[in-house]
């Protein structure tokens, strides 16, 4: 189980939702906080610390580091039911799917649900499946060697990358291309804590571009999309119920943009907040400037400083790869190393 963090939520709930639902399976689950807070990661847990580039390059380097079959991943303020580790495993007994997700509920009755296209099993397959009905990325399984032969998780996508959501969404439309069967089981059942209608609809505005970005590619999906948002809208407009209209109309608005926004290629703004303080002095007060980057297993990142030279940043580099560097400064982090070119 991959449990990716910031370090801003405690995260020994949701563990002890982990170690529970094993239990009451009868089964170990080997369990990996990916942690990429400020910061050590907390004692008592197996962790993994990694240069904060967003989820999914945390997912991804979560997976790298499991030595599983299976590989199933929740966001680090859930809540796991006591059935879902038994119903996990038995998706994956036999004739075995490319992946398997779950509801994702409020912890308050009264809210609509996060996720739950379905009271009951169903199996998605065909590359016109709409993505939208099959899972979401705070509860999901996957077999090891489907993930690492789909790529894994698109670094530019989900939360802490260009475009804020959709990674999960981009990765079903590739595994049902690729002619994988997806599973929806209620047996894995998961539980959200409830966001005020503010978060929601901020929520809403970041997943409605990652949804528009990634569906773009389906004219068809696209398509199914705004029917199935629409038909929503109406549904919450008929019922007079102003909160689930608002949030609705955040995500039709949002997915509108995604459809024609320009994905963003450079080395992300937010990796500048983790510069050592001795790079940071020699800049003399001015703010590094993005370039072009690299992502992917060890990503490459590049900012313009002046007097025309480079500040690089290596995420997860090879080992002695700072000896190898003509830099006027070279600073070794967690995860990372940072190279100030000469002058």
């Known amino acids: 189980m991959v449990v990716c963090t910031l370090g801003t939520k405690p995260l020994a709930p949701t563990l002890d939702s982990i170690v529970a639902s094993a239990k009451a399976a009868g089964s170990e689950v080997e369990t990996l906080v990916v942690w990429q807070g400020d910061g050590d990661p907390p004692e008592g847990v197996r962790a993994l610390q990694v240069f904060p580039l967003g989820i999914s390059y945390a997912r991804n380097r979560g997976v790298a580091e499991l030595q599983s079959r299976l590989v199933g991943f929740l966001d680090d303020d859930e809540l796991i039911v006591e059935s879902w580790v038994a119903g996990a495993l038995a998706e994956f007994a036999d004739e075995a799917p490319g992946g398997a997700f779950g509801p994702v509920l409020s912890t308050d009755p009264a809210d609509y649900p996060y ?7 169903v199996v998605h397959e065909g590359r016109h499946r709409p993505p939208w009905l099959v899972g979401t990325g705070g509860n999901m399984v996957f077999s090891r060697e489907t993930l690492v032969a789909a790529g894994g998780f698109d670094p530019r996508l989900g939360a802490g990358a260009p475009v804020g959501a959709a990674e999960e969404t981009d990765l079903v439309l590739r595994l049902l291309e690729q002619g994988r069967q997806l599973v929806y089981t209620p047996e894995m059942t998961v539980y959200h804590p409830s966001r005020s209608l503010q978060d929601e609809v901020r929520a809403r505005n970041v ?7 990634v569906l773009r590619r389906s004219p068809v999906l696209s ?13 919450a407009v008929r019922a007079r119920n102003r909160r689930r209209r608002r949030e609705v109309t955040a995500t039709l608005r949002s997915f509108l943009t995604g459809l024609v926004m320009p994905v963003q290629v450079d080395s992300p703004r937010a990796a500048l907040q983790r510069l050592p303080e001795e790079l940071r002095a020699k800049l003399g007060g001015t703010e590094p400037r993005p370039l072009p980057g690299v992502v992917g297993e060890r990503p490459h990142l590049r900012y313009a400083v ?7 940043l290596y995420v997860n580099p090879e080992p002695g790869l700072e000896r ?14 940072w190279a100030l070119e000469r002058g």
């Open 115 to 121: 996720f739950r296209p379905s009271g009951e099993r």
């Open 207 to 213: 997943y409605g571009v990652g949804m528009g970005v």
């Open 223 to 235: 398509a199914k999309y705004l029917y199935t948002v629409a038909q929503e809208l109406g549904r």
């Open 306 to 312: 002046d007097g025309g030279r480079v500040l690089h």
């Open 324 to 337: 190898s560097f003509d830099a006027d400064e070279v600073v070794a982090a967690p995860d990372a190393i």
